[in-house]
C-alpha cells in the first residue's frame, strides 16, 4: 500500500506515454496504407517511382501517379479523416455511442441537396459542398427536435435518424429514376466509391477537411465536457446548447463535404472512433487525432483493398466498410443498449 | 452575518405545475446549511435554481449580492459547484481526467494555467482522500469512492459555495459518514460555504448550521439545527413522531418511531 502513491505517478507516465506510441502507431498505419494505394493498382509502380514522380522527374508511369493514384489517395484520406472526426463528435455532442453521420442520418441529408445540384443544376459544382453542408445541417437539426423530448435518449436519437434517413433517402431515389439519364455511376455514389476521383474532388474536399479539423481540435475540451452530461457540464460553466449546436455544424461540414465528393459512404465514422477509444480512452485531445489518422488508413486501405481484390472489376469502397461496419455495428448495439 | 446567496420572491414552475411559490431565503457565508423537506417539496428545484442550473423562474436569485443571471457561466462556475444527483461519466474515463475536467472554467483558448490546474487537482484529491484512485476508471469505482471523485471534480473548480444534491444517496453508513466529515472540513478550514439537500434528519442535525425546511412549495422554517428539528415540526412536515435521545457523548438522536395518522400523511 506504502509506495502505492508512486506507481499510481508511473502508471499516469505510462498511459501518457502510451497514447503517444498509439498515436504514432496510427500515423505509420496511415503512411503505410498511403504508400500501399499509391502502388497497387492495375500498374504496379514501385516505391522509387513514386518518389521520382512527385519530385517531377519523367518515367514511364509518372502519369498514373501524378494523376490517377495521388489525387485518388488524397481523396481517401481526408474523406477517412472526415468521417472519422464526425462520427466522434457527434457521439459526444448526441451522447450516443452509435452515432455516425450515415446511420443517423446527416449523410442523407447532404447527399440530398448534393445531389438535387449535381442533377438539376449540374453548371454550379463548386455548390455541391455547401449544398451538402446545409442538407447536413437540416438533418442534423431533425434529428434533434424529433429525438429530444425533456432530454435525449441514444434509442430515440437512432429511431429518429431511420426516419429521417428514410426521408431523405426517398428523396434522393426518386431524383435518381426520374432523371437516371443524367447521373454517371449513381449506384457507385450510393454505397460511397472513390472510383475516377482526381484533383477537382480534391480540391471541393480540402478547405473544409481543414477548417473541420482544426475546429475539431478547438472544440476537444468542450466535447470532452459535454461526454459528462447536461447537467454537469452546465455547472463547469459550459454552454451546453450553442457548444453542441456548434460542433452539430462542425461535423455536418466534415460529413457533407466527404459526402459532396464519395457519395454516401457508411460506418467510416462509426468504426473508426470505437477503435480508436478502445486504445485511446474517450480524451477527446487524444480521440480526435487519433480518429483523424485511424480514418485516413481504414478509407486508403480498404479502397485499395476494393479496387485490386477483384481486378479487373472495381468495388465501390462503400461495400467494403459495409462488410466491415455492419457486424460491428451490431456488436455495438448488443453491448452499448 | 452576511449572506452570500440569497433568493427573493422566487417561484419555479416545472411543466406548468408550481414546484416553489414565491420564497425568500437568505444563506450565509462560510457556513454549512442543509435543505430538508418531504419528497417533492421543491428541494432540488431550489438547488437547481441557486446553482443557474434552471434559470427559467420568477422573482431573483443573488450571488453576493448581484444577479446571478449577470454573471458569465464560466465566471459563475468559479464560484460555485454544483454536484447534481446521478452523474454519470463514459465508462473509460478515470478519476484523474475527471477531476482534472473541474479545471474547465478556469481555462481558455488563449489561457490555460499548467501549475494552476495542477496544483488545484491536487487540492481536490487530497480533500477528498482519492490520490491513491487517480488511474482508476471513474466506472469501477465503488459507490462511496465514486461520489468522493465527483466531489473532488466539484473542488478542482475552487468554488467559494457547494452545492450538493443529496451527497450521500446509495452510501452505506461509513460511507455517507466519509462524505459528511468531508464536507464539514471543506467548510471549517477552507471557509466554503455549504449548501445541501440531505434526506437523512440525523446528518442535518450532526452537520448542518443552519436548517431550511421546505413544505409544499414554500419554506416552512429556517434556523439552526437545534432550533428546527423539533419533534413538533417534524411531525407536522413528515407526517412522523419523533423521539429524541442524547448519547453518553452529547451527541442528540432523533429516531422516527410512527406515523402521524391524524391529519393526513402527505
Same mark, same amino acid.
Given at each position: 500500500?506504502?509506495?502505492?502513491?508512486?506507481?499510481?505517478?508511473?502508471?499516469?507516465?505510462?498511459?501518457?506515454?502510451?497514447?503517444?506510441?498509439?498515436?504514432?502507431?496510427?500515423?505509420?498505419?496511415?503512411?503505410?496504407?498511403?504508400?500501399?494505394?499509391?502502388? &497497387?493498382?492495375?500498374?504496379?509502380?514501385?516505391?522509387?517511382?513514386?518518389?521520382?514522380?512527385?519530385?517531377?522527374?519523367?518515367?514511364?508511369?509518372?502519369?498514373?501517379?501524378?494523376?490517377?493514384?495521388?489525387?485518388?489517395?488524397?481523396?481517401?484520406?481526408?474523406?477517412?479523416?472526415?468521417?472519422?472526426?464526425?462520427?466522434?463528435?457527434?457521439?459526444?455532442?448526441?451522447?450516443?455511442?452509435?452515432?455516425?453521420?450515415?446511420?443517423?442520418?446527416?449523410?442523407?441529408?447532404?447527399?440530398?441537396?448534393? @445531389?438535387?445540384?449535381?442533377?438539376?443544376?449540374?453548371?454550379?459544382?463548386?455548390?455541391?459542398?455547401?449544398?451538402? #453542408?446545409?442538407?447536413?445541417?437540416?438533418?442534423?437539426?431533425?434529428?434533434?427536435? %424529433?429525438?429530444? !423530448?425533456?432530454?435525449?435518449?441514444?434509442?430515440?436519437?437512432?429511431?429518429?435518424?431511420?426516419?429521417?434517413?428514410?426521408?431523405?433517402?426517398?428523396? @434522393?431515389?426518386?431524383?435518381?429514376? #426520374?432523371?437516371?439519364?443524367?447521373?454517371?455511376?449513381?449506384?457507385?455514389?450510393?454505397?460511397?466509391?472513390?472510383?475516377?476521383?482526381?484533383?477537382?474532388?480534391?480540391?471541393?474536399?480540402?478547405?473544409?477537411?481543414?477548417?473541420?479539423?482544426?475546429?475539431?481540435?478547438?472544440?476537444?475540451?468542450?466535447?470532452?465536457?459535454?461526454?459528462?452530461?447536461?447537467?454537469?457540464? !452546465?455547472?463547469?460553466?459550459?454552454?451546453?446548447?450553442?457548444?453542441?449546436?456548434?460542433?452539430?455544424?462542425?461535423?455536418?461540414?466534415?460529413?457533407?463535404?466527404?459526402?459532396?465528393?464519395?457519395?454516401?459512404?457508411?460506418?467510416?465514422?462509426?468504426?473508426?472512433?470505437?477503435?480508436?477509444?478502445?486504445?485511446?480512452?474517450?480524451?477527446?485531445?487524444? %480521440?480526435?487525432?487519433?480518429?483523424?489518422? #485511424?480514418?485516413?488508413?481504414?478509407? /486508403?486501405?480498404?479502397?485499395?483493398?476494393?479496387?485490386?481484390?477483384?481486378?479487373?472489376?472495381?468495388?465501390?469502397?462503400?461495400?467494403?466498410?459495409?462488410?466491415?461496419?455492419?457486424?460491428?455495428?451490431?456488436?455495438?448495439?448488443?453491448?452499448?443498449? | 452575518? /452576511?449572506?452570500?446567496?440569497?433568493?427573493?420572491?422566487?417561484?419555479?414552475?416545472?411543466?406548468?405545475?408550481?414546484?416553489?411559490?414565491?420564497?425568500?431565503?437568505?444563506?450565509?457565508?462560510? !457556513?454549512?446549511?442543509?435543505?430538508?423537506?418531504?419528497?417533492?417539496?421543491?428541494?432540488?428545484?431550489?438547488? +437547481?435554481?441557486?446553482?443557474?442550473?434552471?434559470?427559467?423562474?420568477?422573482?431573483?436569485?443573488?450571488?453576493?449580492?448581484?444577479?446571478?443571471?449577470?454573471?458569465?457561466?464560466?465566471?459563475?462556475?468559479?464560484?460555485?459547484?454544483?454536484?447534481?444527483?446521478?452523474?454519470?461519466?463514459?465508462?473509460?474515463?478515470?478519476?484523474?481526467?475527471?477531476?482534472?475536467?473541474?479545471?474547465?472554467?478556469? +481555462?481558455?483558448?488563449?489561457?490555460?494555467?499548467?501549475?494552476?490546474?495542477?496544483?488545484?487537482?491536487?487540492?481536490? /484529491?487530497?480533500?477528498?482522500?482519492?490520490? &491513491?484512485?487517480?488511474?482508476?476508471?471513474?466506472?469501477?469505482?465503488?459507490?462511496?469512492?465514486?461520489?468522493?471523485?465527483?466531489?473532488? /471534480?466539484?473542488?478542482?473548480?475552487?468554488?467559494?459555495?457547494?452545492?450538493?444534491? =443529496?451527497?450521500?444517496?446509495?452510501?452505506?453508513?461509513?460511507?455517507?459518514? =466519509?462524505?459528511?466529515?468531508?464536507?464539514? !472540513?471543506?467548510?471549517?478550514?477552507?471557509?466554503?460555504?455549504?449548501?445541501?439537500?440531505?434526506?437523512?434528519?440525523?446528518?442535518?442535525?450532526?452537520?448542518?448550521?443552519?436548517?431550511?425546511?421546505?413544505?409544499?412549495?414554500?419554506?416552512?422554517? &429556517?434556523?439552526?439545527?437545534?432550533?428546527?428539528?423539533?419533534?413538533?415540526?417534524?411531525?407536522?412536515?413528515?407526517?412522523? +413522531?419523533?423521539?429524541? #435521545?442524547?448519547?453518553?457523548?452529547?451527541? =442528540?438522536?432523533?429516531?422516527?418511531?410512527?406515523?402521524?395518522? =391524524?391529519?393526513?400523511?402527505?
Amino acid at each position: 500500500m506504502q509506495n502505492s502513491g508512486s506507481e499510481n505517478k508511473r502508471f499516469g507516465v505510462v498511459a501518457a506515454k502510451w497514447r503517444i506510441l498509439v498515436l504514432l502507431v496510427f500515423a505509420i498505419l496511415a503512411l503505410t496504407a498511403g504508400l500501399g494505394s499509391l502502388m &497497387q493498382g492495375a500498374v504496379p509502380v514501385s516505391s522509387e517511382e513514386i518518389w521520382q514522380a512527385i519530385q517531377g522527374i519523367p518515367g514511364t508511369n509518372q502519369q498514373i501517379i501524378l494523376n490517377i493514384r495521388l489525387p485518388r489517395t488524397i481523396v481517401a484520406a481526408l474523406v477517412g479523416m472526415n468521417l472519422a472526426l464526425a462520427g466522434a463528435i457527434l457521439q459526444a455532442v448526441m451522447k450516443n455511442p452509435l452515432a455516425d453521420p450515415h446511420i443517423i442520418g446527416i449523410s442523407s441529408g447532404a447527399g440530398l441537396t448534393g @445531389i438535387i445540384i449535381m442533377i438539376l443544376y449540374p453548371s454550379l459544382e463548386q455548390l455541391i459542398a455547401p449544398a451538402a #453542408f446545409l442538407g447536413a445541417m437540416a438533418a442534423a437539426i431533425a434529428i434533434y427536435i %424529433l429525438a429530444w !423530448k425533456g432530454g435525449i435518449r441514444p434509442v430515440r436519437i437512432i429511431l429518429a435518424g431511420v426516419a429521417v434517413s428514410a426521408f431523405f433517402g426517398a428523396g @434522393i431515389s426518386g431524383l435518381l429514376i #426520374f432523371y437516371s439519364d443524367r447521373v454517371h455511376g449513381a449506384l457507385m455514389w450510393l454505397v460511397g466509391g472513390l472510383s475516377a476521383r482526381s484533383w477537382p474532388h480534391v480540391e471541393i474536399i480540402l478547405p473544409y477537411a481543414l477548417a473541420g479539423l482544426v475546429l475539431a481540435l478547438l472544440g476537444a475540451r468542450h466535447l470532452n465536457i459535454l461526454q459528462l452530461g447536461d447537467e454537469i457540464a !452546465k455547472g463547469l460553466g459550459l454552454r451546453v446548447e450553442a457548444t453542441r449546436l456548434a460542433l452539430t455544424a462542425v461535423a455536418a461540414m466534415l460529413a457533407a463535404s466527404a459526402v459532396s465528393v464519395v457519395g454516401l459512404l457508411g460506418f467510416v465514422g462509426l468504426v473508426v472512433p470505437h477503435v480508436v477509444r478502445l486504445l485511446l480512452g474517450s480524451d477527446y485531445r487524444f %480521440l480526435l487525432p487519433g480518429a483523424a489518422l #485511424f480514418g485516413m488508413a481504414l478509407v /486508403m486501405a480498404s479502397d485499395t483493398f476494393a479496387r485490386t481484390a477483384f481486378a479487373p472489376t472495381e468495388l465501390p469502397v462503400g461495400i467494403i466498410m459495409a462488410i466491415i461496419g455492419a457486424p460491428f455495428f451490431l456488436f455495438l448495439l448488443r453491448r452499448e443498449l | 452575518m /452576511m449572506s452570500i446567496l440569497s433568493v427573493k420572491n422566487l417561484s419555479v414552475k416545472l411543466q406548468q405545475k408550481e414546484i416553489l411559490r414565491e420564497i425568500s431565503l437568505d444563506f450565509a457565508k462560510a !457556513k454549512r446549511t442543509a435543505i430538508i423537506g418531504p419528497n417533492g417539496c421543491g428541494k432540488s428545484t431550489l438547488l +437547481r435554481a441557486l446553482s443557474g442550473l434552471n434559470r427559467n423562474y420568477q422573482g431573483e436569485v443573488l450571488l453576493a449580492g448581484q444577479k446571478l443571471t449577470s454573471f458569465s457561466k464560466k465566471s459563475l462556475a468559479r464560484q460555485l459547484a454544483i454536484l447534481p444527483q446521478g452523474a454519470t461519466a463514459p465508462a473509460d474515463l478515470t478519476v484523474g481526467e475527471l477531476v482534472d475536467y473541474g479545471r474547465f472554467p478556469h +481555462r481558455s483558448w488563449f489561457k490555460t494555467d499548467v501549475r494552476a490546474d495542477r496544483e488545484a487537482v491536487a487540492w481536490a /484529491m487530497a480533500q477528498t482522500k482519492i490520490e &491513491q484512485l487517480k488511474d482508476r476508471q471513474v466506472a469501477t469505482l465503488s459507490g462511496g469512492e465514486r461520489q468522493r471523485a465527483w466531489i473532488a /471534480m466539484a473542488l478542482a473548480q475552487q468554488p467559494k459555495i457547494l452545492l450538493l444534491d =443529496e451527497p450521500t444517496t446509495y452510501l452505506d453508513i461509513a460511507h455517507q459518514l =466519509e462524505v459528511m466529515q468531508i464536507v464539514k !472540513k471543506l467548510n471549517s478550514e477552507y471557509k466554503i460555504t455549504v449548501i445541501m439537500v440531505l434526506h437523512d434528519i440525523n446528518h442535518a442535525r450532526q452537520y448542518a448550521d443552519e436548517i431550511v425546511v421546505l413544505k409544499e412549495q414554500q419554506v416552512f422554517a &429556517q434556523g439552526t439545527a437545534a432550533a428546527v428539528l423539533t419533534p413538533a415540526l417534524l411531525a407536522t412536515v413528515f407526517g412522523v +413522531r419523533v423521539e429524541r #435521545f442524547v448519547s453518553p457523548a452529547g451527541a =442528540e438522536i432523533l429516531l422516527p418511531t410512527s406515523l402521524v395518522e =391524524e391529519g393526513g400523511v402527505r
